[in-house]
């Protein structure tokens, strides 16, 4: 078993940068694909970046490429989600999630999902 805790969300400025992590406790995520998904307000949820713990491989959305950055801490089996240049449209509740196989989180079916944090971008 997996719980997942999301920190760092807020309100910040266009133009602005956030950091959001996502802490594991239970089974380590060197066994697992972690990746971040946001549902914008009256919208549904959108795949925003992977990370496949045992390579570091990642994927992102079109819509995040060159500004946010996900990567992971073994030590503190953490995985972060570094969000530059902020626009209005990025404000969303964020949900980290884990899974076993890739495909599965790529398709928003991970195993774990964490309780969300809100990320608000004001213009």
């Known amino acids: 078993q997996v719980t997942l805790v999301e920190s760092g969300g807020g309100l910040v400025q266009a133009g602005g940068s956030l950091r959001l992590s996502c802490a594991a406790s239970?089974?380590?995520?060197?066994?697992?694909?972690t990746g971040w998904f946001r549902q914008p307000p009256g919208r549904g949820r959108e795949f925003v970046a992977a990370?496949?713990?045992?390579?570091?491989?990642?994927g992102y959305a079109d819509s995040v490429k060159g500004r946010f950055t996900i990567s992971r801490d073994a030590a503190k089996n953490t995985v972060y989600l570094q969000m530059n240049s902020l626009n209005p449209e990025d404000t969303a509740v964020y949900y980290c999630?884990?899974?076993?196989?890739?495909?599965?989180?790529?398709?928003?079916?991970?195993?774990?999902w964490g309780q969300g944090t809100q990320v608000t971008v004001s213009a």
């Open positions: 239970g089974r380590t995520f060197r066994f697992y694909t």
């Open positions: 999630a884990a899974g076993a196989s890739d495909k599965m989180v790529l398709a928003g079916r991970p195993d774990y």
């Open positions: 990370i496949r713990w045992s390579d570091a491989n990642t």
